[in-house]
């Protein structure tokens, strides 16, 4: 497996529970399993998002996904930097913010759509491998 990658996703999972890991994983194999029927494409979106929304893994995806943008976007900026942030930040509270509620929302359809449909399922498959050794007994 490429070194890069599970350098990037075991950080990452760290800040899963192990339930939430189970979950993910859970997830993860079962939109490859509704990539491989024979279902129509309507048939796999669908059933792709039924999973995603019985497996409930959208949130504690996006709570880690909101940390790390955090400390990209904010931890680990200039003075400078900050201030565009803030800028932007005001400006959202200013002129609303249902731009925010839309784009979580189209996190939650897209990936699994990406992950059935598109060219996710490699994606897919480093993230169930990673999973598959964070959840090993340690």
Do not use: Y
């Amino acid at each position: 497996m490429d070194e890069k990658r599970t350098d990037l996703i075991a950080p990452i999972l760290q800040k899963f529970s192990d339930q939430e890991c189970q979950s993910l994983l859970n997830w993860m194999q079962g939109l490859l399993e509704i990539r491989s029927t024979d279902l129509t494409l309507s048939q796999k979106s669908k059933a792709a998002l039924g999973l995603t929304a019985r497996e409930k893994i959208v949130w504690p995806i996006m709570k880690v996904v909101a940390e790390e943008v955090k400390r990209i976007s904010w931890r680990e900026r200039s003075v400078k930097a900050r201030f565009g942030l803030a800028g932007a930040g005001a400006g959202i509270i200013l002129f609303g913010s249902q731009g925010a509620g839309i784009a979580a929302f189209g996190t939650a359809v897209g990936v699994p759509l990406w992950i059935v449909l598109g060219a996710g399922s490699t994606f897919a498959g480093v993230l169930i491998e990673e999973l598959i050794a964070h959840l090993r007994p340690k």
